[in-house]
């Protein structure tokens, strides 16, 4: 009799363990279904949000978007990879690669736009020590560097007020050595005439104008005549290994021109 209990009551147990495994399994079913169904909702709002970035980065023009865009995306990569390995399964590879060559494609920008902060820094340093004490002869290389540095920059990225007055100071002195500069290099060269020494003043006088004029033409309202002008120059450097003699006249006219017309801010043809 006892024996038929102890066989009974082993056969309830064993009913009992095979009722909870199976309870068990239902549920781990039921609730990884779920688990599922979340990560591929998880997973199909971040493939929504990397089309939207793809498609930012095709029509994206200015520089300070592209690096804003570049530390989106960036931000959204690392945002990927940390998904759990269920919601990774319902991301689009696809979309994840474009999405990577996009950020490839816009780090160029980034570190371009850090570089020049970083010049601006190392700008605002040189500017100090050349607004307290400007040589005119010994301190032009640095001045010149700072001008062509400046002029470098993104057109969001620039100095303080203050520093752009102490800039504009610098500028003005640069643009006057390079000026005179000019002056003396066409006063030496003389009666224009094809020969080596001919040569080597216009050229030197052209690389000397082309500084000058290129920067100062922002500086002059009349636009179209300094253009005109400037197209004349742009022939010197050619001319001046070739043996035009009547261009070389043409060109030290219109350097003359504006030896004659600088500081002049409302320039008229004469």
Known sequence: MFEEDLKGFKGLFMGFIILVIAIGLIHAIIFNSVDRDKAKSIAEDYNGEMRGLIERSKSCRQDWKKEELYNDIEDYVHR??????????????????????????????????????????????????????????????????????????????RLTVEDMTKYNKIEDRYYEYLANKVEELIDGIGEVKYDEACKDKLYEAGKAYRDLATSAKRKVENKNVFDEKLETYYKLEDEATGS??????EDLGMLEWYIKNKGNTNVNEE
């Open 80 to 157: 990927v990879r940390e998904l759990e390995d269920v919601e990774r399964e319902y991301i689009d590879n696809e979309l994840y690669r474009k999405l990577i060559n996009a950020k490839s494609r816009l780090e160029k920008y980034k570190d371009n736009r850090e570089e020049a902060r970083e010049k601006v820094v190392a700008l605002n340093g040189k500017i100090q020590v050349l607004d307290e004490n400007f040589d005119m002869e010994k301190d032009i290389p640095q001045a010149e560097y700072i001008v062509k540095t400046f002029n470098s920059l993104p057109s969001d990225i």
């Open 244 to 249: 035009h003699s009547d261009m070389f006249k």
